[in-house]
């Protein structure tokens, strides 16, 4: 059994001269969150709909759950929910109505999905609400309760934070959480803002004018491109000391005899040289390092950022 819930080799959509997608290949591992970056017209939502058989690809081939996406697609499509630009709703019925006319096409049978899926988007209060009278971030909520509701093994997911007010953002990050740590969802999101799936991916792949540029573990992207307070002491043995018992820090270096690099919780620096200072060392500079991920990923794409 494939360890890729979604795998694509050399996955090209060329519209006439136009390569919206070229050579893509992304490995997505079973029960991990895998942020697809890039910034608008990079084409994730293109690849996106190709792995969900909505457009056709020009060449390259994927695999879902270790087989071709063309075999046996009822059994392998059943397993797979998802959220592709703006959902399409009908205005006139409530955000109930919507999701029970979506349940009986899919044949669901469970009593309860509706309401499950609903309580866990936060809109078990407005599910009577007309869906022409919902704002832009509870349809949004209510095209990720659709998406999930028959309890998909995998989410693709193309931009699911838009629209949404910090709250809703801070609440579907739990959700997606709970779904890939406490169900093992494998869940493959979108987005062109890096702070938004910062915090959830396990691995990170970046899109630029239609190429995977670079396909990264998250932790290991995280330890290259660490933050940390740097310090030049004149004893890094007993400043060493200090971190660990009044601090409880371990996670640090020493450069050389007079530099230390503190990569925990650097937000108390100031306290760290008042300690210093206060048990007898001279602290002759102290600065944090400015390269952050947005940094890394403004070089990888030719400057100007993601988002």
């Known amino acids: 059994m494939s360890e890729f819930t979604v795998e694509t080799i050399g996955l090209t959509k060329s519209y006439g001269s136009q390569l919206g997608v070229n050579q893509l290949s992304l490995h997505v591992p079973k029960g991990k969150i895998y942020g697809l970056l890039g910034r608008n017209g990079a084409g994730k939502t293109t690849a996106m709909r190709m792995m969900l058989n909505l457009v056709r690809p020009t060449s390259g081939s994927i695999k879902l759950f270790g087989a071709d996406y063309r075999e046996r697609p009822d059994k392998i499509y059943r397993k797979i929910g998802s959220l592709i630009e ?167 270096t020493v450069c050389d005899d007079h530099i230390i690099r503190v990569y925990d919780r650097i937000h108390l620096r100031g306290e760290m040289n008042q300690c210093f200072v206060e048990n007898g060392l001279l602290v002759t500079q102290v600065f944090v390092s400015s390269e952050k991920l947005e940094d890394y990923f403004s070089k990888l794409i030719g400057g100007g950022g993601i988002g």
Do not use: W
Request: aromatic letters at 6%; hydrophobic letters at 40%; one cysteine or more.
């Open 86 to 252: 703006t959902p399409g709703f009908y205005n006139n019925l409530t955000g109930r109505e919507n999701l029970h006319i979506i349940a009986r096409l899919r044949g669901q049978h469970r009593k309860d999905s509706i309401a499950r899926a609903l309580e866990a988007v936060g809109l078990d209060k407005e599910q009577d609400k007309i869906f022409a009278h919902y704002s832009m971030g509870m349809k949004q909520r209510l095209g990720m309760a659709a998406a999930m509701m028959h309890e998909p093994e995998l989410l693709i997911l193309d931009e699911p934070i838009n629209g949404l007010d910090p709250i809703g953002i801070h609440e579907m990050r739990k959700l997606f959480l709970t779904l890939c740590k406490e169900k093992g969802v494998t869940i493959l999101l979108s987005s062109h803002v890096l702070d938004e799936i910062e915090q959830l991916a396990d691995i990170i792949g970046v899109m630029h004018e239609g190429r995977l540029l670079e396909e990264v573990d998250m932790a290991e992207l995280r330890k290259r491109n660490r933050q940390y307070a740097e310090f030049s002491v004149s004893d890094v043995n007993t400043a060493s000391l200090l971190l660990e018992r009044q601090f409880g820090i371990s996670d640090y």
